[in-house]
């Protein structure tokens, strides 16, 4: 090929103003535009398809049977929140290290720490009183993840349970008991939180023996259940001065009481009330102690047994609930019965439930039994599996389940129909619980060996889009 004058310096020209143009600019085919991976080139690369991240061990033993993955950067302190039977918790303090290679600000020495970091009050076993909850609960309860709810900024634990037919909300800084909520007439047996609003506001629902469920809420800037607490403050100075004989609601184990009625009395003795001759002055709060009667938003019943599992949706404004026996129901946070969701004649005792933004409900059934409906009752999907499962979790887009059970396996199918997507390795021990963290990268599950296992995942490489790549 001859270059004439002139193409050589039209070729200097453009090397000058645009630089040298290589031969080939991609070697292999362009990625479909908005894509996941066209966003993240790097986010399929072999290096980062290695299934367990970590596992981390606690000295108790005790299996894992909760885990609250709360890891928003913005968070004061982003953690992994787990509780095990024993009722032992652990803050362990997550860094976001895991999928921020090609990402902007990504140092290769953040490649040598671990994304989860035991806590230090437990590592260092110098603080386990503060960790600790101590509280007795109904010798009849089956400690299980539905126990336990973790505050969106992972400061607060609610735990369900208690022999007093109340729930309780717990400081993880200090361990402390902040607040004892009753509205139940027997034993809590299960709690569920719906997604947070801005502030950290959010609903609570509880679900007891007595077939029915309350709707609380909670509120993000208080850090109680309740909107409003400056209706919770007793003023004593309201009091009538007279020397009275009242009648006191003591709730246990707090100094929370109730006046049902007050009299007043001829001696002047004594302005102490005694009920049954009992002291109760020590029950009787200062003038800036809190007594905290929070009322329930909403009641719903239809249930004949007691309330097993229950997931709520703020966004749908719908509580999806499961009874020991019997179909599953669809109420409104308002209070109203919208439908039962009726499996087959085998799906009878509803133990797990997951509902989607999208308005799809996973319930899962003892003897590995699961069922897939629409939020208008319709049955989309089911299927059988050989497991006893006893965690249930769905992605944020509502495509994709995870599961995992006594087997020790993790297990992700595609959520419409349940066609079996991916099987991770099988682990020593089972799995009690689990949770995703907050970019959808990493599944940290809970062991009946107590300990803690994080899974590398990834549900972009299960879409449709890179399906034939994989």
């Known amino acids: ?81 787990t509780v095990t039977c024993s009722r032992l918790f652990a803050v362990n303090r997550w860094h976001n290290t895991v999928g921020l290679r090609g990402a902007p600000g990504y140092s290769l020495d953040q490649a040598h720490h671990l994304p989860i970091e035991m806590d230090p009050l437990i590592a260092n076993n110098s603080g386990v009183n503060k960790r600790q909850i101590t509280d007795l609960v109904d010798q009849s309860i089956q400690i299980n993840a539905h126990c336990f709810v973790v505050t969106a900024d992972n400061r607060y634990i609610l735990i369900c349970g208690f022999w007093d037919k109340s729930f309780r909300v717990y400081s993880t800084e200090t361990g402390k008991l902040t607040q004892i909520v009753f509205g139940h007439w027997d034993v809590v047996t299960c709690l569920a939180r719906s997604e947070s609003y801005i502030g950290g506001d959010c609903y609570i629902v509880s679900g007891s023996r007595d077939a029915t469920l309350l709707l609380w809420y909670w509120s993000g800037r208080h850090h109680i259940i309740g909107d409003n607490p400056n209706s919770s403050v007793v003023d004593l100075a309201a009091y009538p001065p007279e020397p009275i004989c009242a009648i006191y609601c003591v709730q246990p184990l707090t100094g929370f009481f109730k006046r049902i009625n007050a009299v007043p009395v001829v001696s002047p003795e004594s302005e102490i009330s005694l009920i049954l001759g009992l002291d109760i002055s020590h029950y009787i709060p200062d003038s800036h102690q809190r007594c905290d009667y929070p009322a329930p938003r909403a009641v719903l019943t239809g249930h004949d047994h007691e309330v097993v599992c229950v997931s709520v949706c703020a966004e749908l404004g719908l509580v999806i609930s499961g009874a020991k026996e019997g179909p599953c129901l669809v109420h409104t946070i308002t209070g109203d019965l919208l439908r039962a969701l009726e499996g087959t004649e085998n799906c009878l005792y509803p133990r797990l439930i997951s509902v989607s933004s999208e308005g799809h409900c996973i319930i899962y059934y003892d003897r590995g039994r699961f069922s897939n409906f629409s939020i208008n009752g319709k049955l989309l999907a089911q299927m059988e599996i050989n497991d006893s499962t006893r965690a249930i979790l769905l992605s944020s887009d509502g495509q994709n389940l995870v599961t995992g059970g006594d087997n020790g396996v993790v297990e992700v199918w595609q959520a419409c129909d349940f066609k079996q997507l991916y099987i991770y390795p099988g682990c020593d021990a089972g799995i009690r619980a689990m949770d995703l963290s907050h970019d959808q990268r990493t599944l940290i599950t809970g062991m009946a060996s107590g300990s803690i296992v994080a899974f590398n995942i990834d549900f972009n490489r299960w879409h449709y889009e890179h399906q034939n790549r994989y």
Not at 32 to 59: E, G, N, T
């Open 1 to 81: 090929m001859t270059i004439t004058l002139l193409s050589l310096q039209a070729m200097e020209a453009q090397i000058q103003n645009f630089g040298q143009t290589p031969s080939q600019l991609l070697i292999e085919p362009h990625p479909p535009r908005s894509s996941a991976m066209h966003l993240s080139p790097l986010m399929f690369k072999d290096q980062m398809q290695q299934d367990v991240i970590m596992v981390l061990k606690f000295p108790s033993n005790s299996p894992v049977t909760h885990v609250a993955a709360n890891t928003l950067p913005h968070l004061t302190i982003p953690a992994v929140v």
